[in-house]
């Protein structure tokens, strides 16, 4: 499974954003997907991540209730939509599937990852 993840850019705090992640090699619908984040200097960190059948939604503390991870097996892509962005927020997000249908926190569940999609959240 190839990832590709897009729709990063800049934005002014209060923005919203939504990135996209496209699977191609095989359907992202065989398998849990989630976003991560690392900002510089930093470790990567969880975000969000949803089961295979759509359920399951776990969200990373610092984004409670401001973002929100959906997916669309029919066209093998997920998303991150990003509202009340704060410039905390600003890292690489990476898209990441595999191995397991059911939603994890974890990145070692994961076998797939995307390149990063850079986001940037000016105040």
């Known amino acids: 499974v190839q990832l590709q993840a897009s729709g990063g850019g800049v934005v002014q705090a209060g923005g919203s954003l939504r990135l996209s992640c496209t699977a191609s090699?095989?359907?992202?619908?065989?398998?849990?997907m989630g976003w991560f984040r690392q900002a510089p200097g930093k470790e990567r960190e969880f975000v969000a991540t949803?089961?295979?059948?759509?359920?399951?939604?776990l969200y990373g503390d610092p984004v409670k209730g401001r973002f929100t991870i959906s997916r669309n097996n029919a066209k093998n892509t997920g998303y991150l939509q990003m509202n009340s962005l704060k410039p905390e927020d600003t890292a690489i997000y990476y898209c990441?599937?595999?191995?397991?249908?059911?939603?994890?926190?974890?990145?070692?569940?994961?076998?797939?990852w995307g390149q990063g999609t850079q986001v940037t959240v000016s105040s």
């Open positions: 949803m089961s295979r059948n759509g359920g399951g939604t």
């Open positions: 990441t599937s595999g191995r397991t249908p059911y939603s994890s926190t974890k990145e070692g569940t994961y076998a797939y």
């Open positions: 090699g095989r359907a992202l619908s065989s398998y849990a």
